[in-house]
C-alpha cells in the first residue's frame, strides 16, 4: 500500500477541485480539438516543476537548430560525461524551460550533466520531426568528444517512448548506443491496446482518451506499430541496460510491463519497478513522498553505475578496453 504521505498527495491530485472550491470536477479540454487549452493548461502546472534548486545550474547549450540546455553541478567545468534527457508530454507540449526541475532531479541524483534538449511538436510537426531532433541532439552530444559508453539516455512519459524509438533508430543506423536508459512511464505502444488504459481509467490521472488523442497528433496517419513510433513492435535485442518505472494505478503502465517483457526475453539487462497504487511517472515527484525518492535514489545510483563506474564498471566498447 502506498505512504500515507503518496495517499494524501494523490488525493489532493484527484480532488484538486475543491481547493477552488468546485463541488465537480472541472470538464476536461478535448484534447483532440483544444490542444491549445491543454498546453497553456500544462504550461501553468509546469512552471511548478522549472525551478532549479541550489547547487545546480542551467546553462544555455547551443545544439543548431534545437534548443537545449545544460543542466549541471553548478560550477562544473570539463563534461566527460552526460545524459541526454527526453522531455514528456504526450509529443504534443512541453519545453526545455518546463523541464529542468524535474532533470536537475536526476542530475543532483547521479552527479551528472544532463543536456535537455527540445524537439518539435505535433501536431505542427509530426513524426519523424521528434525523432529526427533527438538523434540530432544524440549525435551532437557525441561531436563533443563525450563517447557513448559515459551517455546515458532518460526521458518521461512521452520522451521515454522516444528515447527508446531513439535507441531503436540509433541501433538500425551504426550508431554506437548509449551506456544505459532510465524511463519514467514510457510510452510504448501507440495501438494502444494495453489492458491497463481501460482498468485503471478511473484511477489514472491522465484524461480519458488523452493518449489517443496524443498519438493522433503525433502519428498523423501512419502506421502505428511502426517500431519508430511504438518501440514495443520493434525488434529489442542489442539495447543496453535500462530501468523503468511506471505507477501501478496509471493507465501506460502496461506499456512499461510489456516492453520489459519483451526486452528481457530479447536478452536485454532490465529492470521494472511498478509502484503499488502509485501514479504516472512518480520518481520525478520526487522529494514529496518516501516511494519517490527512493526510486530517485535508485535511479542515481544506476546512471552512476553505468555512466561513472560507480560501483562497477562503465560498458565500453571492446576497442576500448
Known sequence: MPSLRCRLFLFILHHRHLLR???????????ETQLPTVR????????LLGRVPSGIEAVSADVPGIPAEWIKPAGEGVLDAAILYFHGGGYVMGTVEQHRG???KFVKASGIPALLFGYRLAPENPYPAALDDALAAYAWLLGQGIPAWRIAFAGDSAGGGLLLAALLAGRDRGLPLPAAAVALSPF??????GESLTTNAKTCLAPPG????CRNHY??????????LSPLCGDLTGLPPMLLFAGGAETLRDDAVRFAQKAAASGVDVTLRVGEGLCHCYPACAPIFPEATAAMQEIGGFLAKHVKGEGGSPRRPMGDR
Open 188 to 193: 510504448t505502444d501507440l495501438t494502444c491496446s
Open 21 to 31: 472550491f468546485h463541488l465537480k470536477p472541472d470538464t476536461q479540454a478535448d484534447w
Open 210 to 213: 488523452s493518449w489517443l488523442a
Open 102 to 104: 524535474i532533470v536537475a
Open 40 to 47: 497553456e493548461s500544462a504550461a501553468k502546472a509546469a512552471r
Open 219 to 228: 502519428a498523423r496517419g501512419r502506421d502505428f506499430s511502426d517500431p519508430y
